[in-house]
């Protein structure tokens, strides 16, 4: 049985060592940060004396327990994965851990989405092949050449025609080719008349030789309701002075034919005859001393048909000189306006509509 004095001091060993481990678990504050020393406690000898009173205990702090150090902050560990704080704070740099600082950006970016529609692919409009056919113009052609006898050139000839494109699927093949059988026939004058009096000059020693023969050409309209092309030639055969004549090829993109005067004008031949006669020798009332004194009988003797062409301002009625007045006055014209003559016309080549 054991003194009663030594349970005293069991049971005081006991509960010292069971308030050492709740401090160490952190339940309460941490304390001050204080370094002590431990304190040795040494084993002696107690006699049992009855009557003594037991002294004070010191219970000091075992060896190598030492006080926690509050001089730093600790972080608990985490389990999984860490997470970084990052300050606001632009005075305040952000540290890496390996301790370098790092400059820490004053506000965070923020990026807007772009909400702009992206830009809408438009599709090309279908384009529609015009339905009112045009023939204009393309390149001027030419047909020249020289004729010879014994080394010597007799005649020379020039003749120029244009050739059409058209504004859509309509070929203007018909055209082209009624122009070209033109510019043939104007060859084949060169060859056939012209020649043989250069032939017959060059036997007679005529030094006005070689003869010349040329043709020029205006397109005087070119719309969805005709095509006009007038032709000038020009010839020098041994006279003191050129000679010139015209002719014209009127063509309907509508029909895609040559057109002639019943094409243009209203009623029978008979009718439109009449209506041109009366136009131009109104004109040649205004001033006879420029014609010869029979105009009418004259211009009434040369075939209409091969006299006109359409201008732009009206049908063109003319003659080459010497055909109703001297050669002085050249190739004459007379005028028939469209807007005056609407009634007795079928078409308005400048009509677009």
């Known amino acids: 049985m054991k003194h009663p004095a030594f349970r005293m001091l069991s049971l005081i060993l006991i509960l010292s060592m069971f308030l050492s481990v709740a401090t160490a678990c952190g339940s309460g504050e941490p304390a001050e940060t204080t370094t002590q020393t431990p304190a040795t406690t040494t084993a002696s000898r107690i006699d049992y004396d009855p009557t003594a009173t037991l002294p004070p205990v010191t219970i000091g702090v075992a060896s190598g327990t030492s006080a926690p150090d509050t001089s730093a902050t ?55 092949e015009p339905t009112m056919t045009i023939f204009t113009e393309d390149a001027s052609q030419t047909i020249s050449g020289a004729e010879e006898v014994e080394g010597t050139v007799i005649l020379r000839y020039s003749i120029n025609y244009p050739t059409f494109s058209s504004n859509n699927s309509t070929s203007p093949s018909a055209l082209n080719a009624a122009v070209a059988a033109a510019a043939a026939e104007f060859e084949a ?24 023969f040329s043709v020029d050409y205006e397109v005087a309209v ?98 080459d000189p010497f055909q109703i007045a001297g050669y002085d006055k050249g190739i004459v014209e007379f005028v028939l306006p469209y807007d005056e003559y609407s009634d007795d016309l079928k078409i308005n080549p400048l009509y677009m509509g």
């Open 74 to 128: 600790t972080t608990p560990a985490t389990t999984g994965a860490t997470i970084s704080l990052v300050t606001t704070d632009p005075t305040t740099p952000a540290t890496t851990p390996d301790g370098s600082d790092t400059e820490t950006s004053e506000t965070t970016p923020v990026t807007t989405p772009d909400t702009t529609e992206p830009p809408t692919e438009s599709t090309p409009e279908a384009t529609t």
């Open 189 to 212: 004058y060169a060859k056939d008349v012209l020649l043989p009096f250069a032939q017959q000059a060059h036997k007679a020693g005529d030094s006005m030789l070689p003869f010349t």
């Open 222 to 319: 070119s719309s969805a309701m005709a095509v006009s092309v007038v032709f000038t030639k020009t010839e020098h055969t041994g006279e003191t002075r050129e000679a010139y004549a015209r002719s014209a090829c009127m063509f309907s993109p509508i029909d895609n034919s040559v057109m002639t005067l019943s094409d243009v004008f209203s009623g029978g031949a008979s009718t439109y005859t009449q209506t041109i006669y009366k136009a131009v020798f109104a004109k040649i009332a205004a001033a006879p001393d420029a014609f010869y004194a029979d105009y009418q009988n004259l211009a009434k003797f040369f075939d209409l048909s091969d006299h006109w062409y359409l201008g732009e301002n009206g049908v063109v009625i003319f003659f």
